[in-house]
């Protein structure tokens, strides 16, 4: 019994400490998600972290298995359950195809696209290069005797991270997400952003996603555009005039509370 009352107390404890937390959420910042792409992980994203933290944002970087559109979305739904109240949430290249599928979580208020897919309802990651040139770095992909796709030393090096120092994306290929072949053909089944309000940052030397498909994918979901002049991973080799766009997409957010 008096374990048992000693218990009531802490429970009240714990109660208030969840109520205060709702209440500052409600008066913070919206939370952001990001959703890395192929041949990384969640620390391709960590020079812009640091830039939203300093202004109060609370961050999420999702880890991606990178088996499938389903794994990948049901593993963002998890960080955005998490998420104590409104979100914008990120996505690099394959993880603009996720955030197109698990964008319509009621938690999410605005898309940042990142050098990414954006693909129709019912449109695979695969088709979206239909009618653009290929890229260069496209040849620098091999598939393993598992169905994983890899990006060689060189394609790191020339194609996907062409303006960081070799040492780092010497780290960049040791350390590389290889993703399932098969989800590049796995179909969204809903597009978020013709409902939510999105950014769009251009990568204008991208050698893996032809800026042209980019161009065309931030005018045709409506999303407002800003151009940087880098490779495929403006969020490393720009990380603030990254970070910013994602900042005017919170703040936006802000406005509309």
């Given at each position: 019994m008096k374990a048992f009352k000693q218990i009531i107390p802490l429970s009240l404890a714990l109660a208030s400490t969840f109520v205060a937390s709702g209440i500052q959420a409600d008066d913070?910042?919206?939370?952001?998600?990001?959703?890395h792409g192929a041949f990384a992980d969640g620390s391709d994203w960590a020079k812009v972290v640091p830039f939203l933290q300093a202004e109060g944002v609370e961050v999420t970087v999702v880890?991606?298995?990178?088996?499938?559109?389903?794994?990948?979305v049901a593993a963002t739904e998890r960080a955005l359950n998490n998420q104590q109240g409104e979100v914008v949430l990120v996505g690099h290249s394959w993880g603009g195809t996720v955030i197109s599928e698990a964008g319509q979580h009621g938690k999410v208020s605005?898309?940042?696209?990142?050098?990414?897919?954006?693909?129709?309802?019912?449109q695979a990651s695969g088709e979206q290069g239909e009618g653009f040139p290929t890229p260069s770095g496209i040849s620098q992909?091999?598939?393993?005797?598992?169905?994983?796709?890899?990006?060689?030393?060189?394609?790191?090096?020339?194609?996907?991270a062409q303006d960081l120092?070799?040492?780092?994306?010497?780290?960049?290929?040791?350390?590389?997400?290889?993703?399932?072949?098969?989800?590049?053909?796995?179909?969204?089944?809903?597009?978020?952003?013709e409902s939510k309000p999105s950014w769009?940052?251009?990568?204008?030397?991208?050698?893996m996603i032809h800026p042209e498909l980019q161009r065309a994918a931030a005018k045709r979901i409506g999303a407002k555009l800003s151009e940087l002049p880098t490779s495929h991973v403006p969020q490393q080799?720009?990380?603030?005039?990254?970070?910013?766009?994602?900042?005017?997409?919170?703040?936006?957010?802000?406005?509309?509370?």
């Open positions: 913070a910042h919206p939370s952001v998600v990001i959703v880890q991606n298995p990178l088996t499938s559109l389903a794994d990948d605005a898309l940042v696209y990142v050098a990414a897919f954006a693909p129709d309802a019912g992909l091999i598939t393993d005797s598992n169905g994983y796709i890899y990006l060689t030393p060189e394609g790191m090096t020339n194609d996907f120092p070799t040492e780092q994306t010497a780290v960049m290929t040791a350390t590389q997400g290889p993703i399932k072949a098969s989800a590049f053909d796995d179909r969204t089944t809903v597009a978020a952003w769009y940052v251009l990568a204008a030397n991208d050698r080799s720009r990380p603030a005039e990254v970070a910013e766009v994602i900042l005017e997409a919170v703040r936006s957010v802000d406005e509309q509370r």
